[in-house]
């Protein structure tokens, strides 16, 4: 890192910026020494005209991409190279482009699609309060104010609090889905498929002791005596099979002196198949 990038870093920081934004500004400036082969600070105002009418007409980049790099750029000069006076003559502007509203009968069809529950209403939420995608997945159940029908947002873009409105729709499925949550502070995001949420509470079936199950019993029955097995071309497996069933794992126990009925992966083989 030459020192001043770091310094612009440092002035950015100071500024109190966004690390997104500092990303964007700093790219800008590398951009602008790229594009003529030379430190920033050696270029002069007309080459950068230039070099923003060359984003403009050659690369055609949007409006709000090319108001970024001229923040950033006049950020750079007179931040950081201390030319107060530094104008670029060129004025931002935006696009007159209007986003295209769903209508209600492509909402209801988006929603129904959804065959979870919690994934419909996270899509409820998104949507009916014009939330961001890093502000839904931080909502938690204090949040929902239902007596005002407002959502409280903290640490927006920004990192400012807001408030957006409550549909009733949105308020009675909530109320409707009443899933037990361990705090009033736990995030309400839905669960991803395909993966397991793993509690403290959570209470697992213990196995029971080796000498109740009825394959150690079977084994410890002197009369029985179960018939030799089928063995695959391996010489040890059951025909079929590569490899231990899941079943045999557990059995594969050398006998120790202190629980001398376990049993081993041979005498499990034989077990199992004389069950079955």
């Known amino acids: 890192m030459t020192p001043l990038r770091a310094k612009m870093i440092r002035e950015l920081a100071l500024h109190r910026k966004a690390p997104k934004t ?48 001229l923040a950033g750029i006049r950020f750079f000069y007179r931040e950081v190279l201390g030319e107060q006076d530094f104008q670029l003559r060129i004025p931002a502007k935006r696009s007159g482009r209007l986003p ?34 890093s502000e839904v997945v931080r909502l938690k159940p204090r949040d929902i104010h239902a007596e005002r029908m407002l959502i409280r947002v903290e640490q927006g873009k920004g990192h400012k609090d807001r408030y957006t409105l409550l549909s009733p729709r949105l308020l009675e499925e909530l109320r409707a889905d009443r899933r037990p949550l361990r705090s009033a502070s736990a995030p309400i995001t839905p669960q991803l498929p395909g993966r397991r949420c ?37 010489g040890f497996y059951p025909a079929g099979f590569r490899s231990p069933p899941r079943s045999w794992r557990h059995l594969s126990r050398e006998p120790t002196r202190q629980n001398p ?7 499990a083989v034989a077990a199992t198949l004389a069950r079955g």
């Open 22 to 69: 500092i990303e964007a500004y700093v790219t800008a400036v590398a951009q602008l020494g790229k594009f003529y082969g030379r430190s920033p600070e050696k270029i002069s105002l007309e080459e950068i005209r230039d070099f923003v009418h060359h984003l403009i007409t050659v690369q055609k980049v949007a409006y709000s991409t090319c108001n970024q790099k």
């Open 100 to 133: 295209e509203p769903l209508s209600r009968s492509e909402i209801a069809r988006l929603l129904e699609a959804t065959s979870n529950t919690k994934h419909r209403m996270l899509l409820m939420t998104t949507y009916g309060g014009g939330l961001r995608v």
């Open 198 to 234: 793993v509690r403290e509470s959570t209470t697992f079936r213990q196995r029971p002791p080796i000498a109740s199950r009825p394959t150690a019993r079977l084994i410890q029955s002197p009369s029985s005596k179960p018939p030799a097995p089928r063995l695959s071309s391996t």
């Open 261 to 267: 009925t376990r049993c081993t992966v041979v005498q």
